[in-house]
């Protein structure tokens, strides 16, 4: 069994990426040119909408809100299981993040939760596709057309997703998706706004690149904007040619990189189910970016490190925001009885492509031997 080095997650990296990002290096024009707009292209195609690129799925959230105009005194329902991004992209506007429950079976956005702090301030929801699972997803949608809310959904774990048989991002409001290091594919660092809502992907655009206006036509045809205006806040945002380059060989390996995490997956459902509590998803549906168990009657901790002693990596996502110090006191975010009780039996389990199905049995043989 190589257990040696094993990862919790890694970026899968072969020649594809090595020989796309030397091409870029070789034709000297690093910054955001042609091979941006060629990842948006594809991209496009992807999900059959318009997708703008940014730097990190952190500058995708907060170009998102800024774009739907959320700002200082707004408020934005959001899970408190989830990662720091969200809560400092609402922030970043100067808005309020208020920490909502999740929903048990699917550690997903609780809308009895939301419902109840629902205020004449607030904007929007962001609904966090956690592990790549989106729970009730047209639940979400009645619920902020009931309450005429704006949508930016955090699919950062859900590359790939369907909900009944459609891609996240290829319908809804906003979407958002992070490309880091260890993704369901990455850019090396990056991050993706999806939608269709034409002044919003036209203000994205220009706001990733310090708001100067129309520069990233001018950047795709290889020139730079001397007289420009500048009409609202922008960010330096944009991704690079060498991001680009890594991005759309990962694009096309992920057919491959999909198949693995569902077959990696469905072990670790189907020889686990039972023994600890897991997340209600349908793998022929979802491709998980993580693999969360929750041990209840307070063993986790006793699991964690026996899988340590195993030489297996464990994680914890997340803990949850309202108990980080920034966002504590915060009043609209209290207590969240049902998430603390869920982070203290939180576990994430090794998941990537580069993993065996050896190695996911022998993870489960270990817990199952500790917990029977
Ligand atoms: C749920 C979630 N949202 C947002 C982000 C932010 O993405 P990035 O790290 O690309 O800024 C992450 C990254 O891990 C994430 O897991």
Do not use: A, W
């Given at each position: 069994m190589e257990i040696e080095n094993m990862k919790l997650s890694k970026s899968i990296i072969g020649q594809e990426e090595i020989d796309a990002v030397t091409d870029v290096l070789k034709r000297?024009?690093?910054?955001?040119g042609q091979d941006v707009m060629k990842f948006e292209e594809e991209l496009g195609c992807f999900f059959k909408r318009n997708v703008t690129l940014v730097n990190t799925g952190t500058a995708a959230l907060h170009l998102a809100l800024q774009g739907i105009g959320?700002?200082?005194g707004d408020e934005v329902l959001v899970?408190?299981?989830?990662?720091?991004s969200c809560f400092q992209a609402i922030k970043a506007t100067g808005a309020t993040p208020v920490a909502c429950e999740v929903c048990d079976?699917?550690?997903?956005?609780d809308l009895k939760d939301a419902e109840l702090k629902l205020t004449p301030r607030t904007k929007a929801i962001m609904p966090v596709h956690y592990a790549g699972n989106v729970g009730e997803l047209d639940k979400v949608y009645d619920f902020a057309k009931k309450h005429h809310l704006r949508v930016i959904e955090d699919a950062s774990h859900a590359f790939g997703t369907t909900f009944q048989g459609r891609l996240i991002?290829?319908?809804?409001d906003i979407c958002c998706i992070s490309m880091d290091g260890?993704?369901?594919?990455?850019?090396g660092e990056g991050g993706m706004i999806i939608t269709d809502d034409p002044v919003v992907g036209q203000k994205i655009k220009d706001a990733r690149l310090?708001?100067?206006?129309n520069d990233t036509e001018s950047r795709y045809k290889g020139q730079r904007t001397w007289l420009f205006d500048v009409h609202y806040q922008g960010w330096r945002y944009h991704m690079s040619n060498i991001m680009a380059a890594i991005g759309r060989a990962q694009l096309n390996k992920f057919p491959t990189f999909k198949d693995k995490r569902r077959l990696l997956a469905k072990i670790y459902q189907k020889r686990l189910s039972g023994l600890v509590k897991l997340i209600d998803c349908n793998y022929d549906e979802v491709v998980p970016h993580i693999f969360v168990i929750r041990v209840e009657g307070g063993k986790r901790d006793m699991v964690k490190e026996v899988l340590a002693k195993e030489g297996i990596p464990t994680g914890m996502?997340?803990?949850?925001?309202?108990?980080?110090t920034l966002f504590?006191?915060?009043?609209?975010?209290?207590?969240l009885k049902h998430t603390e009780k869920v982070y203290k039996e939180l576990i994430t389990l090794p998941l990537h492509p580069g993993l065996t199905e050896n190695n996911i049995n022998f993870i489960c043989d270990i817990i199952k031997r500790v917990l029977e």
């Open positions: 000297e024009y690093l910054g955001m959320i700002e200082l899970q408190s299981l989830t990662y720091v079976d699917s550690l997903t956005l991002g290829s319908f809804g260890i993704k369901n594919i990455t850019s310090l708001g100067v206006e996502h997340y803990r949850p925001n309202h108990l980080l504590c006191n915060n009043q609209d975010n209290g207590t």
